[in-house]
């Protein structure tokens, strides 16, 4: 089970740290990726760590503003999110499996979403 957390409301230009924090499994055995989906819109990747921890990858979008780390120990992933942008107002939702890949349907696991909202 995954449980996100740590979204809410934030000027644009402030920062969030989002976290991931996995029961009941060995989370460091999995790839953990962050996805968002605004409303009307489609789901998309935003950024994935290997189990293995090394360089994160991004989404365009983010690459630069945004930033994944692990703590395996914590059985914890975060999101740090600097320079929000309202366009970044979206559900952000944590999701493991066993692939690095971006697509979203290729992961097993979802958190239950967790609400950014970045005010202009």
């Known amino acids: 089970q995954l449980q996100a957390s740590g979204g809410g409301l934030v000027q644009a230009g402030g920062s969030l740290r989002l976290s991931c924090e996995a029961s009941g499994r060995t989370f460091s055995m999995y790839t953990t990726g962050w996805f968002r989906q605004a409303p009307g819109k489609e789901r998309e990747f935003v950024g994935i760590i290997a189990w293995r921890g090394g360089t994160p990858y991004y989404a365009a979008s983010v690459k630069g503003r945004f930033t994944i780390s692990r703590d395996n120990a914590e059985n914890t992933v975060y999101l740090q999110m600097n320079s929000l942008k309202p366009e970044d107002t979206a559900v952000y939702y944590c999701?493991?499996?066993?692939?690095?890949?971006?697509?979203?349907?290729?992961?097993?696991?979802w958190g239950q979403g967790t609400q950014v909202t970045v005010s202009s």
């Open positions: 999701a493991a499996g066993s692939r690095v890949v971006t697509t979203a349907s290729a992961y097993d696991y």
